[in-house]
Nanobody, 114 residues
Framework: VQFVESGGGLVQPGGSLRLSCVAS????????MSWYRQAPGKEREWVAR????????NYADSVKGRFTISRNNGKNTLYLQMNSLNPDDTAVYYC????????WGQGTQVTVSS
């Protein structure tokens, strides 16, 4: 199992980013997926979840209304559209199965700063 995250970067407050995660080694199309993040000095936290077909999504209160999770099962790819970013969103972002397995990728760094 492998997860390869990309799309992070440095963005000003109020800006947007779109993260991608390519998954392999399991049947992506029938697996619920989630995004997680870990800020400096904090534990990793759950951000958003999407069911296997993409119709049901859930979000942490801190990102609700600003982030959108989506997926393309044909490309084994998970996405996270992040809008109205603020400094509290600064973290390394990871994708994993909704019931996470011990196969974390390298993550992608998101830094929100002016």
């Amino acid at each position: 199992v492998q997860f390869v995250e990309s799309g992070g970067g440095l963005v000003q407050p109020g800006g947007s980013l779109r993260l991608s995660c390519v998954a392999s080694g399991f049947t992506f199309s029938t697996t619920a997926m989630s995004w997680y993040r870990q800020a400096p000095g904090k534990e990793r936290e759950w951000v958003a979840r999407i069911n296997w077909y993409g119709y049901n999504t859930n979000y942490a209160d801190s990102v609700k209304g600003r982030f959108t999770i989506s997926r393309n099962n044909g490309k084994n790819t998970l996405y996270l559209q992040m809008n109205s970013l603020n400094p509290d969103d600064t973290a390394v972002y990871y994708c994993n199965q909704a019931s996470p397995i011990n196969a974390w990728g390298q993550g992608t760094q998101v830094t929100v700063s002016s």
